[in-house]
C-alpha cells in the first residue's frame, strides 16, 4: 500500500482523534502517504481529501471531536454519491481507506468496497457501544463517565429535596450507556430498549417505597427506551402516584458527546489505528477491527452491522440486585 485514506464518520465520539492520530503516524512509520478525508463520506464525494504527515495530528491525542469533521451522508447512499466517491479515489490514487464510525458508517464501507473491490478497514467510534465484534467501542468509556458525573451532582440536589429523577441519556438503539452509567452512579432504576418490563418493575417499586420515604431516587432512561420519553414517563408516574413523589426531569443531551477523551478510549483508539494500516498493509479489506478480551479481533462489516450486540444479562442481574 501507498496511499491510505482516513475518515470519521456519523456521530463523533471522544477519541476519534486518537484514532487518526494513530492511522496517520502508523501510515508515515511504514512508508505510506496518509490522506485526511473531511465530513466523513461527503469529503470523498465533494474531493474534500488532503495529504497529511506526523505533524498534522499533533497535540490531538486528548482533544474530543474530530479534525476531520464528521457527517452523516445521504448522498453516499446513492449510485451516483458512490460514482462520484469512486471517481475521487482514483483520483487521488488512494490504494486503501480507514473508516471510523458506527454501524452506518460500517454499512457504506462494506457496500462501497465490495462494489469497487477496494479495500476498507473499519474502527468502530460510537458512543454508543452498539457495534458487534468489539467489547467496547471509542467514545463510549469518556461518554459514560460524562454520564455518571453529571448523575452525580444530580444525586446531591435530588436528596436535598426528597425528589424522583428521570434523566435520559443517549442510545438510540442500545441501552450501554444507560446500563453502565446506571450501575456506576447507583441508580435506582434503569430503563433500556433491550429489556421488557422493566417499567412495570418502576411503578412496582415506586408503589412500595413511596411510604418508605427515600431521600431521592435516580431512573436512568435509554433515549432509545420502548416506554416512551421521560416526559410520558413523567406523566404517567404524575397520574399514578399524585403528589407521593415529587418528579424532575432531566435530558443530558450532546454534552455526552464531547469532551477529552478518556485514557481507556485514548488506548484502544490508538490499538486499533495501528492495527487498521497494519490490516491493509497484509492485503486485509472488509472489516471491523476491534478488542475482543483484550485481545484483536477482527470481525466482518456484515456480523459488525447486523447482530444486535446482547445487553450483557449478568450486568441486568447487577444492576437489579443492587438496586433495591
Ligand atoms: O450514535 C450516537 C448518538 O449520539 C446516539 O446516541 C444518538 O441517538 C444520536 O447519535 C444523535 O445523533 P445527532 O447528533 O445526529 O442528533
Redesign the pocket.
Known amino acids: 500500500k501507498e496511499r491510505i485514506g482516513v475518515l470519521t464518520s456519523?456521530?463523533?465520539?471522544p477519541g476519534m482523534n486518537a484514532a487518526i492520530r494513530a492511522v496517520v503516524r502508523s501510515c508515515v512509520y511504514y512508508g505510506i502517504t496518509p490522506f485526511g478525508i473531511a465530513q466523513g463520506y461527503e469529503g470523498l464525494i465533494n474531493n474534500d481529501i488532503f495529504q497529511m504527515d506526523a505533524g498534522s495530528v499533533k497535540h490531538i491525542i486528548h482533544q474530543g471531536g474530530t479534525i476531520l469533521k464528521s457527517a452523516?451522508s445521504l448522498e453516499f447512499k446513492t449510485e451516483e454519491g458512490m460514482q462520484k466517491a469512486w471517481k475521487n479515489v482514483q483520483e487521488h490514487g488512494l490504494d486503501g481507506l480507514v473508516v471510523i464510525g458506527?454501524d452506518g458508517t460500517f454499512k457504506g464501507a462494506m457496500e462501497f468496497g465490495e462494489k469497487f473491490s477496494f479495500p476498507i478497514i473499519g474502527i468502530p467510534g460510537?458512543?454508543?457501544n452498539?457495534i458487534y465484534g468489539t467489547d467496547f467501542t471509542v467514545g463510549f468509556d469518556t461518554a459514560v463517565n460524562t454520564v455518571v458525573e453529571a448523575v452525580d451532582k444530580i444525586r446531591d440536589t435530588a436528596t436535598s429535596h426528597n425528589r424522583l429523577f428521570f434523566i435520559e441519556v443517549?442510545?438510540?438503539d442500545?441501552g450501554f450507556?444507560a446500563m453502565y452509567s446506571g450501575i456506576g452512579a447507583g441508580a435506582e432504576e434503569v430503563l433500556i430498549p433491550e429489556k421488557d418490563r422493566d417499567v412495570e418493575r418502576l411503578y412496582e417499586s415506586l408503589e412500595q417505597t413511596s411510604q418508605r420515604k427515600k431521600s431521592s431516587r435516580l431512573v436512568i432512561v435509554a433515549?432509545?427506551d420502548k416506554n416512551g420519553s421521560v416526559y410520558d414517563l413523567e406523566r404517567e408516574v404524575k397520574q399514578r402516584f399524585g403528589d407521593r413523589y415529587e418528579t424532575k426531569v432531566t435530558i443530558l443531551g450532546?454534552v455526552?458527546?464531547g469532551g477529552r477523551p478518556s485514557c481507556t478510549d485514548r488506548v484502544l483508539a490508538s490499538r486499533l489505528g495501528v492495527t487498521s494500516v497494519e490490516a491493509l498493509r497484509d492485503g486485509k479489506g472488509g472489516f471491523m477491527v476491534g478488542v475482543r478480551n483484550r485481545k484483536i479481533r477482527f470481525t466482518d462489516f456484515d456480523n459488525a452491522t447486523k447482530r444486535n450486540p446482547e445487553m450483557d444479562q449478568e450486568l441486568m442481574r447487577v444492576a437489579d440486585i443492587i438496586s433495591i
Open positions: 456519523g456521530g463523533d465520539a452523516r458506527g460510537t458512543i454508543d452498539d443517549m442510545g438510540r442500545a450507556i433515549e432509545g450532546h455526552q458527546r
